[in-house]
Structure formats: C-alpha cells, structure tokens
C-alpha cells in the first residue's frame, strides 16, 4: 500500500527567503506526482503535477523535482511572499486512478 | 470556466440522520473523485467514477456510505445513519479523462458536522 510522508508538518520562515517542502513516497510504481496548496477553508488547488517520466517541473516562483527511484519529491519556493502561507500537500498517482495524499506542510511565512 | 463546485457548503446534521453532498464536475470531465479530509486521517479516498464503468468503491468506509452518478456528470454522496466519526469534509474532483497523465481538480468541499 503506497505511504506518502511529507516532513516538515510545520514550518514558519520570514518573507523573502527560499525554502523546500519534502515529500517521499513507498512505491516508486507511480504514474505522476501532484503538489496542492490548501487555504483554511478551502479546497485544493494545483500548483505543479510532474510525469513519472519528468524530474522537475516549474511554475513563476515554484520548482517541484522528482527522483522516482528513490521516492522522493521536493518543493522549492522562491522568495517566499506572506501570501505563500497555506498548507501544501503532495500527492501521487498509482496504479489506480484515484491519488494519495500525504499529510501536508502547513506553512507561515511572516512579514 | 466554471471549476467543480459542491454543495453544500456547510451541513449540521444529528447523529442518525441521513444527508445527501451533491458534486458538479467541470463541464466535459469523464471522470469524478470523491475525498474525505477529516483531523488525524489526512485525506482519503472514496469513490472513483469513470464514464459508464463501474465505479471504484474501495475507498468506502462502510456500507452506510454510497454514491452515484446521473447521466455522466452529476454526483451525490449519502450518508446513511451518520455517526460522529463521519464528521470531515467532503471533497470532490474532476478530471478529463481520469487517465494516468490528468491534473484533478478539486471542488470547495462540504464540510459535514455530526453532532
């Protein structure tokens, strides 16, 4: 059964710096690799979704890796901007069509 | 484009009760997701629609819990005889053809309280 781990839970930096979110996952069966952002009270929204076939993926500000073999993915955020501040949650896709989350970093980025 | 929305958006039920979360997918999406986000499971999944193909239903808690989906688009969760541990929020998401490369997009979510 696959198992996602996201580390750090938490994570608290001052504006303007860089910072990386891990994600591992158990099986490296996996067709794609998903990074959400979750505002209090709100649904998901999708910031970058990687192939099992790419190694990074880039949006404005955000860069997302992966290294499949070793069941890792990585979130990196430039210059971090207090808007930045949710909880990001990293998912893949298996065999079966539905995803599985990990249990997400909850970020603050402080003015 | 309208994104996947859900409704509604807040629902207080007593325990015991039955309630119905009713899901909208995107417009020309084949495929719909059900998820439930509750405090210390993290998100999980329940059911997977695809077309005409039966649904995936491995994800269901317990029997209390069904779901369907009319004419290929609309979708409604019921939960039958709630208890409190089926308090959480609901999510639903959409994708264009559920294949292994689509991005799924997500609903707003139903929060349910069962008190």
């Known amino acids: 059964k696959q198992e996602v781990t996201q580390i750090p839970a938490a994570l608290s930096v001052p504006e303007g710096e860089n910072l990386v979110l891990n994600c591992s996952f158990t099986d490296s069966a996996i067709y794609n690799l998903q990074w959400f952002r979750q505002d209090p009270g709100k649904g998901l929204t999708s910031l970058l979704l990687i192939q099992s076939s790419q190694r990074e993926q880039t949006s404005g500000r955000l860069n997302a890796s992966l290294d499949k073999s070793s069941g890792r993915s990585t979130l990196y955020i430039a210059a971090s901007q207090p808007g930045d501040s949710a909880t990001y949650l990293c998912?893949?896709?298996?065999?079966?069509?539905?995803?599985?989350f990990g249990s997400g970093t909850q970020l603050t980025v402080l003015p | 484009g309208a994104g996947v929305s859900q409704s509604p958006s807040n629902k207080v039920t007593e325990k015991g009760k039955d309630v119905e979360l009713r899901c909208d997918p995107i417009?020309?999406?084949?495929?719909l997701y059900w998820y439930r986000q509750s405090l210390g499971q993290g998100l999980e999944f329940l059911i997977y629609f695809q077309g005409n193909s039966a649904p995936d239903k491995s994800g269901l808690p317990s029997d209390r819990f069904s779901a369907e989906r009319t004419g290929g688009s609309v979708s409604t969760l019921t939960i039958q005889r709630t208890q409190q541990e089926d308090s959480a929020v609901y999510l639903c998401a959409s994708s264009f053809q559920g294949a292994s490369s689509d991005t799924q997009y997500f609903g707003p979510g139903t929060r349910l309280t069962v008190l």
């Open positions: 417009s020309g999406h084949t495929a």
């Open positions: 998912a893949v896709k298996g065999s079966a069509r539905q995803l599985t």
